[in-house]
């Protein structure tokens, strides 16, 4: 069993940069894909970007694609998410999770989903 847990949350102003960060407890070589999503308070649960682990291809919500980027480094089997030119509408928890399909962006395909991280961004 896998799992993933976030990091690097927090509270920022608008504008600023933050990076999140996802590590697996091991590897998980059934797994080719991991995800991040998001989750604002009534909300559902939103995709933001994708990555194929072992090439690093990736694939991205029109919402944030050219803001936000997603990363890993395999070495520390750690995903990234870089967000820049925060918002406050990107005030949510961020999740990462996991599927075998590449361009999957609905979270009934993602399993073994982290804790989450808050991020909040002042207006």
């Known amino acids: 069993q896998v799992q993933l847990v976030e990091s690097g949350g927090g509270l920022v102003q608008t504008g600023d940069s933050l990076t999140l960060s996802c590590t697996a407890s091991?590897?998980?070589?059934?797994?080719?894909?991991r995800g991040w999503f998001r989750q604002a308070p009534g909300k559902e649960r939103e995709f933001l970007a994708g990555?194929?682990?072992?090439?690093?291809?990736?694939y991205y919500a029109d919402s944030v694609k050219g803001r936000f980027t997603i990363s890993r480094d395999d070495a520390k089997n750690t995903m990234y998410l870089q967000m820049n030119n925060l918002e406050p509408e990107d005030t949510a928890v961020y999740y990462c999770?996991?599927?075998?399909?590449?361009?999957?962006?609905?979270?009934?395909?993602?399993?073994?989903w982290g804790q989450g991280t808050q991020v909040t961004v002042s207006s």
């Open positions: 091991r590897r998980a070589f059934l797994t080719y894909v």
């Open positions: 990555i194929r682990w072992t090439s690093g291809n990736t």
């Open positions: 999770a996991m599927t075998p399909t590449f361009g999957s962006t609905l979270p009934r395909d993602f399993r073994s």
